[in-house]
């Protein structure tokens, strides 16, 4: 079984700079969870400022 699983969230706000911490987890159809993958995460930050 195939499986993901993006968790985002924001550690600071200093500014007008946004850090966000992603940890992801991805299992391919060998069913290990442990095989090296590399790749990126795209995120969207919308904000409301005064």
Avoid: C, H, P, Q
């Avoid at 499986?3 to 550690?11: G, Q, S, V, Y």
């Avoid at 007008?16 to 391919?28: G, N």
């Amino acid at each position: 079984m195939f499986r993901e699983k993006i968790d985002a969230r924001i550690e600071r706000i200093t500014d007008r700079t946004v850090f966000v911490r992603v940890d992801y987890l991805l299992r391919d159809s060998s069913g290990n969870i442990d095989d090296r993958y590399e790749g990126r995460v795209d995120v969207l930050v919308i904000a409301e400022v005064a």
